[in-house]
């Protein structure tokens, strides 16, 4: 009797499974499809692995199971598991790419220019937090539902965002079409007299209340100027601060030109103020020290004027 009570009571012993086969919840788990598997959340699930068990989380989004969800998910597939603690759990992310913005203004222009926006005005969305798809997944985003009151410039649509691998997106948004005025802005910190270069201005679009009057709105009115004062990095230029290029400095030694029917002298003479190419200049000629007014004609050249003839011309050519 002895023996045979002993192998019922083995009989009624819960039946040991090896470690290597018992699940255990995936700390973290890293899903590329839409559909979650038992195998996402579970290590050793074995050929239930691939069965589904509901949605994967959204892009970008994560799911966290605690250990009551745990043990539901066990009992249900008849998975070998308990739990050690009461704060085991399972997370599950999906990665995902947010829509760019670039993608979601055009959407939005596209739908309200049939309402009248003006082309050039700024969408002004405020913090935007953008829709986020699948990271090898083409999204086509649109817009509908759009209004666009024409007097304070607001509107108000719904987002769509379709791409594969996620159900449609839709976002509710609101801002403003803030108009713009052209301007010429520096590219590079500009200090006090030197000329602007084509590569130190770029013209921009900014918003009209930040475009002060006189700013420059053209390449040409800046591209070749000499700075009245020093420009930082993305300043606008302002007409006020150019001037053309000084042909003559202050203090430097010119070549005054006099010219008649027939004849053509020159004198060396100094400068007695700065100018650019067309502009008077007094200018004092060393022979005679006399002071007349001359026209820059080019760089060091000064061409004396018609009754303003210097004293004696020291040398001809």
Same mark, same amino acid.
């Given at each position: 009797?002895?023996?045979?009570?002993?192998?019922?009571?083995?009989?009624?012993? %819960?039946?040991?499974?090896?470690?290597?086969?018992?699940?255990?919840?995936?700390?973290?788990?890293?899903?590329?499809? %839409?559909?979650? *598997?038992?195998? +996402?959340?579970?290590?050793?699930?074995?050929? $239930?692995?691939?069965?589904?068990?509901?949605?994967?989380?959204?892009?970008?989004?994560?799911?966290?199971? +605690?250990?009551?969800?745990?043990?539901?998910?066990? *009992?249900?597939?008849?998975?070998?598991? $308990?739990?050690?603690?009461?704060?085991? $759990?399972?997370?599950?992310?999906?990665?995902?790419?947010p829509v760019p913005r670039e993608e979601i203004d055009a959407a939005l222009r596209a739908d309200l220019s049939r309402l009248g926006l003006d082309p050039d005005a700024e969408l002004d969305l405020g913090p935007l937090l953008p829709p986020v798809v699948p990271p090898a997944a083409a999204a086509h985003v649109s817009a509908e539902n759009t209004a666009l009151d024409a007097t304070t410039g607001r509107f108000s649509t719904t987002l769509v965002v379709l791409a594969e691998g996620m159900p449609t997106?839709?976002?509710?948004?609101?801002? *403003?079409a803030v108009p713009t005025q052209p301007a010429v802005i520096a590219t590079r910190r500009i200090a006090l007299g030197e000329m602007v270069g084509a590569a130190d201005a770029r013209l921009v679009r900014l918003r009209a209340e930040r475009v002060r009057p006189g700013t420059a709105q053209r390449l040409d009115q800046v591209v070749g100027q000499q700075l009245r004062r020093p420009m930082a990095a993305q300043m606008p230029f302002a007409s006020a601060d150019l001037a053309a290029p000084a042909m003559v400095e202050k203090n430097a030694l010119v070549t005054?030109?006099?010219?008649?029917?027939?004849?053509?002298?020159?004198?060396?003479?100094?400068?007695?103020?700065a100018a650019p190419r067309g502009a008077l200049v007094p200018v004092v000629n060393l022979a005679s020290r006399a002071v007349v007014e001359g026209e820059v004609v080019g760089p060091g050249r000064v061409r004396v004027l018609a009754g303003a003839a210097p004293a004696p011309i020291a040398s001809a050519r």
């Open positions: 009797m002895r023996p045979l009570a002993f192998a019922l009571f083995c009989l009624l012993l %819960p039946v040991a499974v090896p470690a290597q086969e018992m699940a255990a919840p995936r700390p973290l788990s890293i899903v590329e499809e %839409p559909v979650l *598997r038992l195998g +996402d959340v579970f290590e050793n699930a074995g050929e $239930r692995a691939a069965q589904a068990i509901g949605a994967a989380p959204a892009p970008g989004r994560r799911l966290v199971l +605690d250990v009551a969800q745990l043990s539901a998910l066990a *009992r249900a597939h008849n998975l070998p598991w $308990r739990p050690l603690t009461a704060h085991e $759990r399972a997370v599950v992310e999906r990665p995902g790419r997106a839709r976002m509710r948004l609101a801002g *403003r005054m030109l006099l010219e008649a029917p027939g004849l053509s002298l020159s004198v060396q003479g100094r400068a007695l103020e």
